[in-house]
Structures are given as C-alpha cells and as structure tokens.
C-alpha cells in the first residue's frame, strides 16, 4: 500500500508539474522531509508486522496512510515545481496530514484503554500474589491452584447471598499438538500467549482466566447466568478465531458449567465430565 500511494503521489507531481532545476532543490529540506517521511513508513510497516489486527491496528494504519501520503507530495515538491494557479496538490498536501494525526490520537486513546485492560489483571497479581506457581510463566495467567481458591470464594459468597451463581467455563484448541508439529513449538507457545492477551481483553473486570494446562483454559465467570456466559463465549470465539488465523484442521472447543456444586473441587470436575459428554460446544448464531 505503501509502494502505491508513492507512486500515485508521484504521477500527480508529474502530471501537474514540470521538474525543477538542480540549482533550485535545496538538500536539507529534501534530507529533513525525506527522513521524516522514512521514519513514518517505518512506524507503519512495525505496527503492521507486530500488533494483532484489530480496531487500534485499523486506525494507526489509516492514519499513518494519510500522513505518508501528505509527507510524500511534501518531498515531490522539492523535485517539481507547479502552476500558482493550481492549488489542488496544495489541498492534498496539507488536508490528509490533520486528519491522520487525529486519526492516530483515536487510536493512541483506544491503545491506551487496551493497555489498561491487559494490565488490570497484572496489578491484581502484583497485589495479591507472591507465590510463582500461581502464575503461568507462558501466558502470565493465573493457574489452576489460584483459579480453585477463586472459585471457592466465589461459591461461598453465593452461600450468603441471592445473587446469580457463578459459570465456569473451558476453553481448549482441538488438534493443537498437529499446529505444534507443523509449525513448531515457539510458533504454539506464541498462539497461546496471544489468546490469553485475547481473553484478558475481551473478558469483564470480574472475570477470571487460568491456564489450566498446555492449550486448555479456565475461565471463572462470576454472578453470571447460562444465557449471559454463552453470549460472551460466542464473542470469544469470534474474536479468537478471527484474529489467530487458525489452520482449518484447529478449532475452539468451548464448554460452559452453571456451578451448583458445594465445592471448586466438584465443580471444575463436573465441568470436565460434561466436556467428555459433549464434544464440541457451538452457541447458537441469532
């Protein structure tokens, strides 16, 4: 995309203009603009390459796209002069350039909200944790010990009060060991450690997400009904599905458990039966 607003920028200034002598192209404004220009494309091309798609990647790639299309006829201006009378390439040059930096805040602001949300379970454990074996190394998810006290809790407090019992639910990538054989364990490692950055992000502050172990997750969904955690898995799976670029042959097998249980020993165990029973768990589409 870059190569081919270069080169429409580029047939603009010929089509319009005539080159300008060598005598009149002054080369520190030629070095200043062209290695600003460079260093944006360079931003571009590093968000692109190291931030998962979504909608913060969407508006940095727009906006980086509309200041290297102004910055780009900025530096063609040095190499062709244009007719006072024509004031197009001016209104090109400069109307992109305001619009893509606000562009870019909107995204620093989404950024910023993402950030948030994927460190809010980080400060969690900083706080409350100091024992290493509730925390996965891989993932920076909590594990399942600190996961069962959890649920405990929350088993408890449902004990004492009226309010919704909490669903727990298992998350797991059918034929994972195939993806690891086909593309390498560093390869499986980064797809589980993008899928828990996934889940932190797309879960409620409440909620809860563990590594269980190797590509199976636990996630703790508290005062929630059976209708409200099948709705939010059904936005899991879309988003995961979506943004991994899973092979055809590894899919998402999602189970959700209403815990009745007296006890997180019980109720985990009862969500793992109900696994074996049911295969594959597929929330209706509306």
């Known amino acids: 995309m870059t190569i081919a607003i270069a080169l429409l920028c580029l047939l603009l200034s010929s089509q319009l203009g005539s080159l300008k002598p060598l005598a009149q192209i002054d080369p520190l404004d030629l070095l200043g603009e062209g290695s ?3 260093l944006v494309i360079l931003a571009v091309v590093f968000v692109i390459n190291h931030r998962p798609r979504g909608n913060v990647t969407n508006l940095f790639y727009s906006g980086g796209l509309l200041l290297i299309f102004s910055m780009t006829l900025d530096v063609l201006d040095e190499f062709f002069h244009y007719p006072d009378s024509l004031r197009l390439l001016s209104w090109l040059e400069s109307i992109p350039q305001p619009v893509g930096l606000v562009i870019l805040g909107i995204g620093a602001l989404e950024w910023r909200r993402e950030n948030k949300m994927l460190t809010r379970q980080l400060k969690a ?3 409350n944790l100091r024992s290493h074996q509730w925390i996965d190394p891989l993932t920076s998810l909590y594990t399942t010990p600190y996961f069962i006290k959890l649920v405990e809790r929350e088993i408890a407090l449902g004990q004492n009060t009226s309010a919704e019992p909490a669903v727990l639910v298992r998350v797991n990538f059918k034929n994972f060991t195939q993806y690891n054989n086909e593309r390498g364990t560093k390869a499986g490692d980064e ?6 950055e996934l889940m932190v992000l797309l ?8 590594r269980e172990h190797s590509d199976h997750f636990l996630i703790l969904l508290p005062q929630t009904s059976l209708s409200q955690a099948n709705n939010l898995m ?4 879309q988003n995961l599905s979506s943004e991994l670029n899973l092979p055809t042959y590894t899919s998402l097998e999602i189970q959700t458990h209403r815990v009745e249980e007296i006890s997180a020993a019980d109720a985990i165990n009862a969500l793992h039966k109900q696994v074996e029973e049911t295969t594959r768990y597929v929330p209706r589409v509306n």
Request: with cysteine.
């Open 36 to 38: 600003t220009l460079f």
């Open 125 to 127: 454990r900083e706080k």
């Open 234 to 237: 059904k936005v899991i799976r």
């Open 203 to 210: 879960l409620r502050p409440q909620d809860c997400v563990c």
């Open 191 to 196: 797809l589980l450690h993008r899928a828990s």
